[in-house]
């Protein structure tokens, strides 16, 4: 089971907006050279994210992605399920109302106990996911990340928004 | 992100052959046909069962697939593993040492913060799987499945393995 590339990019890019200094946006093209990715492929996840509420984008000069909350109000669960969608991982076609010992559909109305135990433990997951904030990622990261790069990211910033 | 179609077939299966009389087994078109899943496809799943240990082939006449352990140490984890991997759902690219902020490689000998979170979530997804055995997803279905539907199941292996 493996999670769409577009995951890792996605929360990257939150946390890179969420230290952008007030009052400025990143427009997509700075986003992709930040993050070395193609821009086309960044653009159709950034829109996810918008759709979601988790970024936003201003117009004019200027103009571009900026989160669309508080960091402290976007989980890794919100982005994951922004890019992903919010199915459940475990699919269950209802193969025990298959075969030869199926019967009439009223015994069925309750989902099936594999399929209830698989869907707990996704819940875990998310649990798990709604824990932790961007806001935590960042203050994480101001204390972990080596001091160069975060100089060298808050000066391109400083570039970059003309700051 | 979804898990392969096949784990719901693994997890039926494992849960069928541990209600097998002792000394019986089913081979895979027996199988194929009591879940009404296509056979080949089903011996893939099979093969990855068998490689991991859950089940094991016997030959010879009455021979087919029997569970490879007890059904008390057979985890959800387990299968799901055997047929989907081991490897992380979420993926890091280290996408962190790319861009106009990347640093020398020293920096980054911690994984980054936001692929330690992901995969602790995975990890309380995994812990769940491992706490549900075959054994009490039987027993499970003992107590829910419509009797009508174990009644059938019973007498549909008794016919089949010659019982
Ligand atoms: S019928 Fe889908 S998991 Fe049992
Ligand atoms: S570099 Fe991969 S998640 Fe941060």
């Known amino acids: 089971m493996k999670m769409s590339e577009g995951i890792e990019w996605a929360i990257h890019c939150c946390t890179l907006l969420a230290a952008l200094p007030e009052?400025?946006?990143?427009?997509?093209?700075?986003l992709s050279e930040f993050h070395d990715v193609p821009k086309d492929y960044l653009a159709k996840h950034l829109q996810s994210l918008s759709r979601a509420g988790i970024?936003?984008?201003?117009?004019?000069?200027g103009g571009g992605y900026r989160l669309g909350r508080p960091a402290e109000r976007i989980t890794l669960l919100d982005v994951v399920e922004a890019i992903d969608g919010k199915d459940p991982c475990f699919q269950c076609t209802e193969i025990r109302r298959r075969?030869?010992?199926?019967?009439?559909?009223?015994?069925?109305?309750?989902?099936?106990?594999?399929?209830?135990?698989?869907?707990?433990?996704?819940?875990?997951w998310r649990r798990e996911l709604q824990k932790v904030t961007i806001a935590a990622l960042v203050a994480q990261a101001a204390e972990e990340v080596d001091p160069k790069q975060i100089e060298k990211s808050i000066s391109w910033l400083e570039r970059t928004t003309g700051g």
């Open 99 to 124: 075969g030869p010992s199926a019967v009439g559909a009223a015994a069925y109305k309750k989902p099936c106990g594999i399929a209830r135990a698989m869907w707990s433990a996704e819940a875990a």
């Open 55 to 61: 970024v936003q984008t201003t117009r004019g000069p």
């Open 23 to 30: 009052g400025t946006a990143l427009p997509v093209g700075r």
